[in-house]
C-alpha cells in the first residue's frame, strides 16, 4: 500500500456499503478470523438482524489505490434502538467470520473409514461451501476408523489437523488452505521498513515496534504406544524439545502402530512447541498484514535480523475517530515450517455404548485372525449395517486360560472405549433385547445359568442346532445339563473321578469305543447285567483271570468257538459235565494230556472217533479198561505201540479180529499167552514161531518145543496123518 495515506474500513452488508466506525479482531494460522465491527445507520437502512445472520460480508481495507478484502459471513449482529421521530442515527455492532466459522454451529456423531486426515476435513468442510485447498507436500496414512463424537465439524476438523501437524490458513477469498511445508505460504506485504517512530505516523507502512518473543517449554518429548500384532515390539519413542533442560512432556498412547511413525508423531510435537517458544513479535501499520503471508524486514533493530518472516498472528484494533492506526503481529522465520499444538479438545466416552455385530450378507459369525469383529452402533446413521461399518474390534474373552467365544451377528453387544477413545472401542459383552429375548423364560427360570451357542451356519429351512451347558440351581430339582449338537470330546490330561449317587444311565444309539492305556478295574456291589443284541468280540493282549465266587452259566444259542493260541488249563474242584446235544469236534495241534484223580470215563450214545495224525500213547498206572458196545474198529496208518508196565489184557465178549496188512509180531519179553476158551485157530499162509521154547496147551494136552528137542505130551493119543510120503528121522526118539 501506499505510504502517506490514511487506511479505512468498509463493509458491504446487506446490498449496501457502510463506513467502519471501529474494528477489533484477530487472525491466527489454524484458526478462523474474527472481527468484531460497530457501524452507524440510518433508521430507514433496512438491516434486519434476523435476516443477516449467516449472510455473506465483505470488510475492505483501502488506503489510496490499494485495498485488502476479507469476505466471511454475518455470525453476530445487534442493532441499537433509536427514539421515535429521532433523525439521528443508529449503532449496529456485528462479528464478521469466515465461512468456516459455521462449522463449529454443526455437531454430528459419525464414523469415517479408510480416510486420510486431509480427506475427511475436505468433506467435512466442504459440506459448508467452504473450498479446501490442500498444499501438502507430505502423505498420510488413511485411518481404518475415525469418530466424530458430539464436537462440532471445526473442532473435528482442527484436531484431525493438529494431530497430523498440519496448519491451515483462511484467505481473503475465505478458502481453507492446507500447509506442511513453507510452499504453503504466500506473499503478502512485501518489504517493511523499521521505522521506530512510525507509530506516530500511521498513514504510511512501517514497522515500529519488533523483537523476540519466549515462552516456556518442554525439554523432551516422549511416546509410548502397544502394538497388540507385535506385543514385543519397543515402541518407545522421544524427541529433543525446544527448551534446553526443559521437563518431559510424556503421553500414552501415542496413536501409533509402528515406531517410525511414534518418532515422526514425536518430531511433530516438538516441533509445535518450537513454535511457540521463540517468535518474532512486533507492531506495524501496514494494512495488508495477514496470517499466513511472507513480508520482508529491512533495517531491523538490535537483535532481530532482516528477512523473509511469515506472519503467524495478526491483531486488529481500529477507530475511525483515533488519530492513529496499528496492528499487532507475531511471525517466524519463512524457512519455518509452522507446526500447530495440539489444543483442541478430544472428546470421549468415559460410559460403555451398545452396538450390534454386524457381518457379510449371510453369515452368522465374522472374525478375523484375532477375533474382532465388526460392531455397528445405533447412533451411527451413515454407515451400512455390513462388514463395512467399522474396523476390527476386539473382543474382551473370558480369562480363564485360553477361552474364547466370538459374537454373532446380530447380537447387541456392550462396548467400552480404550482410554475413552471413541476411535477404539473393545466389546466387553453380550446384551438382549426384545429382538433377541434370554434364552430361558424369566423370570420363572430365572435359577438357572447356561452357556449357549448356536449352529453355524444357521439352517435357513429347519430349526438349527446348538451346543449347551446349562446349570439349574432350583432347590431339590438341582442339574447340570449338556448338549452336544453333533461330537462331544474330552480330554483329561491326568485323573478322572466320578462319583454317582444313584442310578447312572447312558444310551449310545452308535458305536462305542473304549481304550484304556493302562489298568481297568469295576468294582459292582449287586449285580451285572450286559445285553448285546448282535456280536461281542474281546480282544485281550495279555492274560485274563475271572474269579466267580458262585455258579457260572453260560447259554450259547447257537455255536461256541474257543480259539487258543498257547496252552489251555481248565481246573474245577467239583464235578465239569460237558453235554453236547450233536457233533462235537477237538482239533489239537499239539499233544492232549487229561488227568483224572480217580476214574476217567468217554461215553459216545453212538460213534467215537479219534484220529491221531502222529503216535497214540495210552499210560495207565493201575487198570485200563476198555468196553465196546458192539464193533471196535481201529486204523493204524503206521505203528501200534501199547506198553503196560504190569499186564496188558484185552476182552471182547464176542468176536475180536485184528487184521494186519503186513507183519504181525508179538514180542514177550517173560511169557506170550494167547487162550481160546473154546478154540484158538491160527490160519496163515505161512506161520511161524520163533522163540526159545514154546509151548501149545489143549486142556491135558501139550506140546513143548525147544531148540533140538519137541515133547508131545496127550492123554489118550497122538495121530499123525498125512496124504502124501511122511518121514520121521531121529538120533533119539522115545515114547511113553
Request: aromatic share 6%; net charge negative; charged share 25%.
Amino acid at each position: 500500500m501506499a505510504t502517506e495515506d490514511p487506511l479505512r474500513y468498509f463493509i458491504e452488508l446487506g446490498g449496501a456499503t457502510y463506513p467502519v466506525k471501529t474494528i477489533t479482531g484477530e487472525e491466527a494460522l489454524s484458526r478462523p478470523y474474527r472481527f468484531e465491527i460497530t457501524l452507524q445507520v440510518e433508521p430507514t437502512d433496512a438491516l434486519d438482524p434476523d435476516a443477516l445472520i449467516f449472510t455473506d460480508a465483505t470488510v475492505t481495507l483501502t488506503r489510496a489505490a490499494d485495498e485488502r478484502r476479507i469476505q466471511g459471513v454475518v455470525t453476530q449482529i445487534k442493532r441499537a434502538a433509536t427514539r421515535k421521530g429521532n433523525a439521528g442515527t443508529g449503532k449496529v455492532t456485528l462479528v464478521l467470520e469466515p465461512r468456516l466459522a459455521t462449522a463449529r454451529h454443526r455437531v454430528d456423531i459419525r464414523i469415517f473409514r479408510d480416510k486420510s486426515a486431509p480427506e475427511i476435513v475436505a468433506e467435512v468442510i466442504g459440506a459448508h461451501g467452504v473450498t479446501v485447498e490442500p498444499r501438502l507436500v507430505g502423505s498420510y496414512v488413511k485411518r481404518p476408523y475415525c469418530v466424530q463424537m458430539r464436537e462440532s465439524d471445526l473442532d473435528f476438523a482442527a484436531r484431525l489437523l493438529e494431530d497430523e501437524g498440519i496448519f491451515y490458513v483462511v484467505d481473503d477469498e475465505g478458502r481453507m488452505v492446507l500447509g506442511d511445508f513453507t510452499s504453503a505460504y504466500v506473499e503478502g506485504p512485501g518489504t517493511l521498513a523499521f521505522h521506530h517512530d512510525s507509530g506516530l505516523h500511521e498513514n504510511r507502512d512501517a514497522i515500529f515496534e519488533v523483537g523476540w518473543a519466549g515462552r516456556a517449554t518442554a525439554g523432551k518429548v516422549s511416546l509410548r504406544d502397544f502394538n497388540p500384532e507385535r506385543p514385543r515390539l519397543d515402541m518407545d519413542v522421544s524427541a529433543k524439545g525446544p527448551t534446553a533442560w526443559g521437563p518431559e512432556w510424556y503421553d500414552y498412547p501415542g496413536e501409533y502402530e509402528l515406531p517410525a511413525q511414534g518418532q515422526a508423531k514425536a518430531n511433530l510435537r516438538a516441533a509445535a512447541l518450537a513454535c511457540v517458544k521463540r517468535r518474532l513479535a512486533g507492531r506495524s501499520t501496514a494494512g495488508r498484514m495477514a496470517t499466513g503471508t511472507i513480508f520482508s524486514l529491512l533495517d531491523a533493530p538490535s537483535g532481530v535480523a532482516d528477512g523473509a518472516y511469515v506472519l503467524t498472528k495478526v491483531v486488529h484494533a481500529w477507530d475511525r475517530t483515533a488519530s492513529s492506526f496499528s496492528v499487532a503481529f507475531e511471525a517466524l522465520p519463512a524457512d519455518v515450517v509452522y507446526r500447530p499444538l495440539c489444543e483442541t479438545h478430544v472428546p470421549t466416552l468415559p460410559n460403555p455404548l451398545t452396538g450390534f455385530v454386524t457381518g457379510p450378507a449371510g453369515a452368522d459369525i465374522h472374525t478375523d485372525a484375532w477375533g474382532r469383529v465388526k460392531v455397528h452402533f445405533p447412533w451411527d446413521r451413515l454407515q451400512p449395517k455390513d462388514d463395512t461399518c467399522s474396523h476390527w474390534i476386539p473382543v474382551l474373552q473370558d480369562n480363564t486360560g485360553r477361552s474364547s467365544a466370538m459374537p454373532r451377528i446380530g447380537w447387541e453387544v456392550l462396548c467400552q472405549f480404550l482410554e475413552g477413545d471413541p476411535d477404539r472401542p473393545v466389546i466387553l459383552g453380550r446384551v438382549f433385547n426384545a429382538a433377541d429375548p434370554f434364552l430361558e423364560e424369566l423370570p420363572i427360570r430365572k435359577m438357572r445359568t447356561s452357556l449357549h451357542s448356536l449352529t453355524s451356519p444357521r439352517s435357513t429351512d429347519k430349526p438349527s442346532g446348538y451346543n449347551m451347558i446349562r446349570f439349574d440351581d432350583l432347590a431339590g430339582a438341582q442339574e447340570i445339563h449338556v448338549h452336544a449338537q453333533k461330537d462331544q470330546n474330552i480330554v483329561v490330561a491326568n485323573n478322572q473321578d466320578e462319583k454317582v449317587g444313584n442310578v447312572e444311565q447312558r444310551t449310545v444309539k452308535g458305536n462305542e469305543a473304549i481304550r484304556i492305556g493302562a489298568n481297568e478295574t469295576i468294582n459292582v456291589t449287586d449285580d451285572s447285567a450286559s445285553k448285546v443284541d448282535g456280536n461281542l468280540t474281546v480282544n485281550i493282549g495279555g492274560n485274563r483271570t475271572a474269579t466267580i465266587s458262585a455258579s457260572q452259566t453260560d447259554t450259547v444259542h447257537k455255536d461256541h468257538t474257543i480259539s487258543i493260541g498257547g496252552s489251555h488249563l481248565r481246573d474245577t474242584h467239583a464235578d465239569d459235565n460237558v453235554a453236547v446235544e450233536q457233533n462235537m469236534t477237538e482239533l489239537i495241534a499239539g499233544h492232549v494230556f487229561e488227568q483224572s484223580g480217580h476214574t476217567n470215563a468217554v461215553t459216545a450214545g453212538k460213534t467215537s472217533t479219534l484220529v491221531v495224525g502222529g503216535s497214540i500213547v495210552e499210560i495207565g498206572k493201575l487198570n485200563k479198561a476198555e468196553n465196546t458196545e458192539k464193533v471196535r474198529n481201529e486204523t493204524v496208518s503206521g505203528l501200534v505201540f501199547s506198553k503196560a508196565d504190569e499186564k496188558h489184557a484185552s476182552r471182547a465178549e464176542e468176536s475180536r479180529t485184528t487184521t494186519v496188512a503186513g507183519d504181525y509180531i508179538g514180542v514177550s519179553l517173560k511169557e506170550l499167552l494167547l487162550a481160546g476158551l473154546e478154540r484158538l485157530r491160527i490160519e496163515s499162509t505161512s506161520t511161524t514161531l520163533s522163540a526159545p521154547e514154546i509151548t501149545l496147551k489143549v486142556g491135558d494136552t501139550e506140546i513143548h518145543l525147544k531148540s533140538g528137542r519137541i515133547d508131545m505130551k496127550a492123554p489118550s493119543e497122538i495121530t499123525i496123518d498125512t496124504q502124501q510120503a511122511n518121514n520121521l528121522a531121529s538120533t533119539t526118539s522115545s515114547q511113553n
